[in-house]
């Protein structure tokens, strides 16, 4: 069961991960492994372990029923103990659930979420790394302007562009595996005390993290929310960088800028009432759904104030917030990949773009020419007289230069055709573009391994 909502800011698969089903199955898997576990030390009967773990099926449960009955008895974990221990035969009904709190149950079964939650997520993110790496590459030295504060600033190329994408996306691939360690059991019984497994709980806690394949915590960690909360900055993180892709993607796709579009696809990016239009729908829906996360990430955070053993609300909280957050960063994630696969790059608007100015794009590249003979401060001043002369008479800096005495007789005809070509001003960046690519093929071999 999903949301609705789901189907536009969010992915089928991340979607099924976090239903209320997966989490009665997680909740579900807690008390087959804590029945085990418990077996194993003798805390209760082999027998009773093998019966509660036939019944821990989540085909023989009514989640709509269970999560009803838990409107009222304020956890899930309440109504799943009770047709648990209805289903399981004999005697072993008495040992269900032995030793543990609701927490337990439901901690656990948001860990095993969240772990696949994070692989799914780590899987788009590699898909779109693979995008941007393939445009990195591919448009190396496809011109275009750089810009600072939207105005045009100096020249860089799309592969450039696509290299930092990369870079961006390759790291928050590298920040979600590190959430990893953060995945912990969770079993403390009522308090955290284990008190109810006597001698027997560290090793019960062992077995069962064994089991569950996640870490042993140091101690239970009923409310203290920091493992959660790592993770929640995290996603955070992940939706931020989103959205700066998906925001660079729509106002490159600018009518007026016009360097980039989405792909096209039957009934994609349409107006109701425009005919022309072809709208960034992917980098909108991208944007939208990361905004969405970055809003669940406060909730999270403000609920790691918890009282005492258990809280009051804080935790709570979580049962929405958690999904939702991995919910909306995956559909940033898809989002963003989409429109970066279909991408199409109009390298000769670009080239277009770079000449709107007459040059004025050039004018560090000529003030630096300059500055080797004249110092930075007068190369800077005779540039900028040069460069108001260009914006008033409506001609080209090269050949404002070329006729400027203070100019022409400092650098020669070729020098000042070089510092005013784009291709010859682009520094470190095919450096750059090539740690970007090496980065992300790291990063993929280690996720091979």
């Known amino acids: 069961m999903s949301e609705p909502i789901d189907v536009l800011f969010s992915t089928p698969t991340m979607s ?3 239903s209320l089903e997966a989490h009665v199955r997680g909740m579900l898997a ?18 009773a372990a ?32 009770r047709m648990l ?95 990893r360690q953060h995945l912990a059991v969770q079993l403390g019984g009522a308090a ?33 929310r920091d493992r959660v909360a790592q993770i929640a900055a995290t996603l955070g993180v992940v939706a931020g ?61 403000a609920g790691m104030a918890q009282e005492h053993e258990r809280a009051v609300g804080g935790w709570q909280a979580e049962w929405a917030a958690i999904p939702s957050l991995f919910r909306y960063t995956a559909g940033a994630v898809e989002r963003v990949r989409d429109a970066v696969v279909g991408l199409q790059i109009d390298a000769d608007r670009m080239s277009a773009n770079l000449a709107i100015t007459r040059g004025l794009i050039m004018s560090e590249s000529l003030t630096m020419a300059l500055a080797t003979r004249l110092g930075r401060p007068e190369a800077y001043r005779i540039v900028q007289a040069a460069c108001q002369q260009v914006i008033e008479s409506d001609v080209e800096l090269r050949q404002v230069a070329l006729a400027d005495t203070r100019i022409n007789t400092v650098l020669s005809p070729e020098e000042i055709e070089r510092s005013l070509d784009p291709a010859s001003y682009l520094g470190s960046t095919d450096a750059f573009i090539d740690r970007a690519l090496a980065a992300y093929r790291e990063s993929e071999s280690l996720q091979e391994r």
């Open 16 to 18: 099924a991960a976090f």
């Open 30 to 47: 807690f008390e087959a492994a804590l029945a085990s576990a418990e077996a194993s030390v003798g805390v209760i009967p082999r027998e």
């Open 50 to 81: 093998l019966a509660i773990a036939a019944s821990c099926r989540v085909e023989l449960f009514d989640v709509a029923a269970l999560y009803h009955e838990a409107a009222r008895a304020g956890t899930p974990a309440i109504p799943l103990v």
């Open 85 to 179: 221990t209805v289903r399981v035969e004999g005697d072993a009904q008495k040992f269900v659930h032995w030793g543990a709190t609701s927490q337990d149950a439901i901690d656990s079964a948001l860990m095993l979420q969240m772990r696949e939650g994070l692989d799914l997520l780590v899987d788009g993110l590699l898909g779109l790394c693979s995008a941007c790496a393939l445009h990195a590459e591919q448009h190396r030295g496809t011109l275009m302007a750089g810009r600072t504060l939207l105005q045009q600033a100096l020249p860089i190329t799309f592969g450039l562009k696509a290299a930092r994408w990369l870079a961006l996306a390759t790291r928050q691939v590298g920040a979600l595996h590190a959430c």
């Open 192 to 224: 955290g005390t284990l008190a109810s497994l006597g001698d027997k709980g560290l090793r019960v806690v062992e077995l069962l993290a064994e089991t569950l394949q996640l870490a042993v915590p140091e101690l239970p960690w009923h409310t203290e």
């Open 241 to 301: 960088a989103m959205e700066k892709i998906a925001g660079d993607v729509a106002l490159l796709a600018q009518t007026e800028v016009g360097e980039v579009a989405e792909g096209s696809a039957p009934g994609k990016g349409g107006s109701s009432a425009m005919p022309q239009k072809r709208n960034p729908v992917d980098a909108t829906s991208a944007v939208a759904s990361a905004r969405l996360a970055i809003g669940m990430v406060p909730v999270i955070m």
